[in-house]
C-alpha cells in the first residue's frame, strides 16, 4: 500500500464514522441528473460527469433563476449545453487555481436555448471527489462564493492590517515574545486565507503547491495563537508542548506529500489536539472568572476563544462533509485575532491606569515614606546621642575610678609616712627638754613646732583628696556643705592665680545629704571652669543658703560671661569653647548629670559683662525633690 493509499483509508474510515456516505456512483432514481461517468482517476485527477434535460427546462420556465451546483474542496466545474461550454469555475487540470471551497453557479439565461446540460467536476484528491448534493434550481443568486472567496480575499487584508498595526502599537508596551505571537498569528493566518484564494491576488501556482501553503500556513498560525494564549496564561506549557509534536508531526507530512489526500491527512492530524487545547484554555478562563470575577479582559478572552471555537468547529463540519453550507473559518479567525489584540491593549491599559495612579499617589506615597524615615532617622539620632552620652559617662567614670584607686594608693602610702614622722616628733621633743646641755633647745623647739604645722597641712591635704576621691563616704549621707567646699578648694589651691581671689560665704551649720565624692567632682568643674574664664585675675565667689527644701550653691565669677548665642550649648556633650587639647566637652555635661543624679539641678546665668554664675541646686533629704533656686 503505498503512502498515499493509506492516506486515503484513513480519511475515508474516519470519515465513515461519522456517518458520510459512499462517494456517488450511480444517479439517484428520484434526482433529474444521470450520472454518465461516476468518478475515475486519470493521471491523479478525479472526473465526474452527469447531465440533465429537467434543468433547462426549469430554467426556460423561470429565466431569472439559477443553477446551484455543490462545493467540491479543491475542486473544478464544467458547464456544456447540448455539447457546448457555458461556464466553467476553476482549472480541471489543477495547474492553477481560483479557490478552494467556491463552486460553479449558471444562470438560466445562458440555458434558455439548450435541451441537455452537462456536468463535469473536477477533484484533484480521492478524499474530496464527493458531491453532498445533486445540482438544483434556485430562483435567486444564493451568493456563496460571497464567502468561500470574497470574504477570505477581504479576510486576509484585514489580518495583514492587524499584524501590522498590533506590532507598531505593541512593541515596547508588552514583552516582545507576546508582540511578537501575535503578529505572526494574524500574518499567518493571512497566508493561508491567501493561498485558499490565489485569484484575486494574481497568483498563479499548482493545486498541490498551494495546498501545501495553506496547511502550513494554518498550523503554523494555531501553533503562534497557543503561544500567545500561553504567554497570557490560558493554556499550560505541559499542554503547548504536545501540540508543538502534533503540530511539527502534521507540518513534515504536509512538506512530505506529493498527493493532496497525503497532505489532507497531515493536516487532518492536529485538529483533535486543537479543539482539546481550546477546550482546557476555555475551562482555565472560567476557573479564572470565579477566582477573580467577570471583568472586560475576561469577555475579550471568551469572545477570541468562542469566535476561534465555533467557526473552526463548522470548518470541519463542512470539510468532512456532514453539513452543507459556506466555510466561516475567516469570519471566526478575524474575530478571533482581533478580540486577543483588544485583550492585549486592555492590559496596556490597564498598566497605565495603574501607572497613572501610582503617579497621582506617587506624592504621598513619598511624604509617607519620608515621614517614616524621618521619624527611623530621629530615633538613629537620639540613639546615637545616647550611645554617645553613655560613652562620655563610661570613659569619665573609668577616668575617676582610676583616679580614685591611684589615690588611694598614694594616700595609704603618704598617710603611712606621715605617721612615723608624727610619731617620732613628740618623743624627739621630750629627747631636747631632757638635755639639759644641749645649746640648742630654743631653736629646736620652733623647728619641731614647724615641723608639725606641716603635718597637719600635709593631712588636711590627705583629707581632702580622701573626700574628693569618694574614700571617706562612697553612698549618699549628710555632709557639711563648708567641708566638701574646703575640700574642694584645698585639692585645687595650687592652681589658683596670686592675682585670684576666692571668697567662700557658706554657713558652718548648712548640711545636705550627698554623696560627697559627686558633689566634689561637681564644683572642682565648675572652679576649674571659673579660673579659665578669668585667666590670672580676678574674683571667684562661692556661696551656698537654705531654701525652703533645698540647699543653693553658687559659684560666681567675674570673667567675661557666656555668649547669648552658645548659653544653651554649654551643656552638650563635647561642647567646649577652649583651645584644642585644652578642653573635652564633657566637664559641665557630667556636672549636670551628677547633681541630676541626686534629684537637683544645675543652672548658668551669664552677662557678657558682669560675668557667669553657675547655681546648684541640691534636694535637702536623698531622693527628695527640690525647685529651682534662682540665680
Not at 145 to 151: D, V
Not at 455 to 482: C, P
Request: hydrophobic share 45%; aromatic share 10%.
Amino acid at each position: 500500500m503505498s503512502l498515499s493509499e493509506f492516506a486515503v483509508t484513513v480519511l475515508m474510515s474516519l470519515t465513515s464514522l461519522f456517518g458520510v456516505g459512499p462517494l456517488p456512483s450511480s444517479s439517484d432514481p428520484a434526482s433529474p441528473w444521470t450520472v454518465d461517468q461516476p468518478w475515475q482517476e486519470s493521471q491523479g485527477i478525479y472526473k465526474l460527469e452527469a447531465s440533465s434535460e429537467a434543468a433547462p427546462r426549469e430554467c426556460a420556465a423561470n429565466p431569472d433563476g439559477f443553477i446551484e451546483f455543490p462545493m467540491i474542496i479543491h475542486g473544478a466545474h464544467e458547464a456544456l449545453l447540448d455539447g457546448k461550454k457555458v461556464e466553467f469555475f476553476g482549472d480541471p487540470t489543477f495547474r492553477t487555481v481560483r479557490s478552494f471551497y467556491g463552486t460553479m453557479l449558471v444562470s438560466c439565461q445562458n440555458l434558455l436555448d439548450g435541451k441537455k446540460l452537462t456536468w463535469r467536476a473536477y477533484s484533484y484528491s480521492q478524499y474530496f471527489a464527493r458531491v453532498t448534493f445533486w445540482p438544483k434550481f434556485r430562483p435567486y443568486s444564493p451568493n456563496i462564493n460571497f464567502f468561500q472567496e470574497t470574504l477570505n480575499a477581504v479576510v486576509s487584508g484585514g489580518l495583514l492590517m492587524l499584524a501590522l498595526i498590533s506590532g507598531f502599537v505593541f512593541w515596547g508596551q508588552v514583552s516582545h515574545l507576546l508582540t511578537l505571537s501575535l503578529v505572526g498569528t494574524g500574518a499567518a493566518f493571512a497566508a493561508y486565507f491567501i493561498a485558499t484564494t490565489p485569484l484575486p491576488f494574481n497568483l498563479h501556482f499548482p493545486m498541490l503547491y498551494l495546498h501545501k501553503l495553506a496547511d502550513f500556513s494554518l498550523w503554523i498560525g494555531t501553533l503562534l495563537l497557543f503561544n500567545t494564549f500561553r504567554v497570557i496564561g490560558l493554556v499550560g506549557k505541559g499542554p503547548f508542548a504536545i501540540y508543538c509534536a502534533h503540530v511539527g508531526l502534521a507540518v513534515l507530512i504536509i512538506a512530505l506529500g506529493t498527493t493532496g489526500d497525503v497532505i489532507q491527512l497531515g493536516t487532518t492530524l492536529p485538529f483533535g489536539m486543537f479543539f482539546g487545547v481550546m477546550g482546557m484554555g476555555f475551562c482555565n478562563l472560567l476557573q479564572r472568572s470565579r477566582a477573580q470575577g467577570i471583568h472586560r479582559t475576561f469577555i475579550l478572552q471568551i469572545l477570541s476563544l468562542s469566535s476561534f471555537i465555533l467557526m473552526s468547529g463548522n470548518d470541519v463540519l463542512v470539510v468532512l462533509g456532514l453539513i452543507q453550507g459556506p466555510v466561516l473559518l475567516s469570519i471566526g479567525v478575524l474575530g478571533g485575532v482581533t478580540f486577543l489584540a483588544l485583550d492585549v491593549h486592555e492590559r496596556i491599559t490597564e498598566a497605565y491606569r495603574e501607572r497613572d495612579y501610582l503617579r497621582h499617589h506617587l506624592e504621598d506615597e513619598v511624604i509617607k515614606k519620608t515621614a517614616e524615615i524621618s521619624a527611623k532617622t530621629e530615633a538613629l539620632e537620639e540613639a546615637l546621642d545616647s550611645l554617645r552620652l553613655a560613652q562620655a559617662d563610661l570613659i569619665q567614670s573609668s577616668k575617676m575610678a582610676s583616679l580614685g584607686m591611684v589615690a588611694a594608693g598614694i594616700a595609704h602610702e603618704i598617710n603611712n609616712s606621715l605617721n612615723y614622722v608624727n610619731g617620732a616628733i613628740t618623743p624627739l621633743r621630750r629627747l631636747f627638754q631632757k638635755s639639759v646641755n644641749f645649746e640648742y633647745t630654743e631653736q629646736a623647739n620652733k623647728l619641731m613646732g614647724v615641723m608639725q604645722e606641716g603635718l597637719r597641712l600635709t593631712f588636711e591635704i590627705m583629707n581632702s583628696l580622701r573626700t574628693y576621691t569618694g574614700l571617706n563616704h562612697a553612698s549618699m549621707r549628710e555632709h557639711r556643705v563648708i567641708d566638701l567646699v574646703r575640700s574642694t578648694m584645698a585639692i585645687l589651691n595650687n592652681r589658683v592665680p596670686e592675682g585670684v581671689k576666692v571668697e567662700i560665704n557658706v554657713p558652718d551649720d548648712l548640711e545636705v545629704a550627698v554623696n560627697g565624692a559627686s558633689i566634689n567632682q561637681v564644683l572642682v568643674n565648675l572652679v576649674i571652669n571659673a579660673l579659665d574664664a578669668i585667666g590670672d585675675r580676678g574674683l571667684i565667689q562661692i556661696t551656698a543658703e537654705a531654701a525652703q527644701d533645698a540647699v543653693c550653691l553658687r559659684v560666681r565669677d567675674d570673667g567675661p560671661g557666656v555668649p547669648r548665642d552658645i548659653r544653651d550649648k554649654v551643656f552638650d556633650p563635647f561642647f567646649t569653647t577652649k583651645d584644642v587639647g585644652k578642653g573635652t566637652g564633657l566637664g559641665l555635661h557630667i556636672s549636670r548629670r551628677e547633681v541630676a543624679r541626686h534629684g537637683g539641678s544645675l543652672l548658668l546665668d551669664s552677662d557678657s559683662v558682669q560675668g557667669s554664675t553657675f547655681t546648684i541646686t541640691l534636694p535637702k533629704h536623698p531622693h527628695g525633690g527640690a525647685s529651682a533656686c534662682s540665680p
